[in-house]
């Protein structure tokens, strides 16, 4: 996909999502190999600005609409976000276990949230239906995750 598809693409889910004119988010496609990510943001809550950053030279997901959608989602859900965070802030203390767990929970919660917004999104305004298993073909297989572990037998 080229840097004008890919331009395209994130200026109709912008318009489609309702995140313009509401917010102002540049697209930076990030051409650096050593970047690991496929998709990130930076965001101004206050000036409500956000770069939307890209990886176009070795994405590890396959549908980059895919991804600029999830990315959008969370701008769109930031507030969220953010209130969550400031809830286990404020209520467990930083370095604890339970702080810890709150925040891994959190998270969890967070990104299985915004992908499935983003199946369902896509599902119905997506020009590329066809899901991303970049991460599952990188994971292990369901054997694997349990190889060498005692039976409880």
């Known amino acids: 996909m080229d840097k004008a598809e890919i331009t395209a693409l994130f200026e109709k889910n912008i318009r489609k999502l309702r995140i313009t004119p509401a917010w102002d988010v540049h697209l930076e496609l990030i051409d650096d190999p050593t970047w690991r990510k496929t998709g990130d943001f930076k965001i101004d809550c206050d000036d409500r600005k956000a770069i939307l ?39 467990f203390k930083e370095g604890t276990a339970a702080s810890s767990f709150a925040y891994r929970q959190f998270f969890t919660a967070l990104e299985q949230t915004v992908e499935e917004l983003t199946k369902c999104f896509l599902l119905e305004f997506g020009e590329n239906k066809e899901l991303s298993y970049g991460r599952c073909r990188k994971g292990k297989s369901f054997n694997e995750l349990y190889e060498g572990l005692n039976s409880i037998d």
Do not use: F, G, R, W
Not at 59 to 65: D, H, I, M
């Open 53 to 91: 950053m890209l990886n176009c030279v070795n994405p590890t997901q396959e549908n980059l609409e895919e991804v600029i959608v999830h990315e959008l989602m969370h701008i769109k859900i930031y507030p969220l976000d953010q209130v969550t965070e400031s809830l286990i802030a404020n209520c």
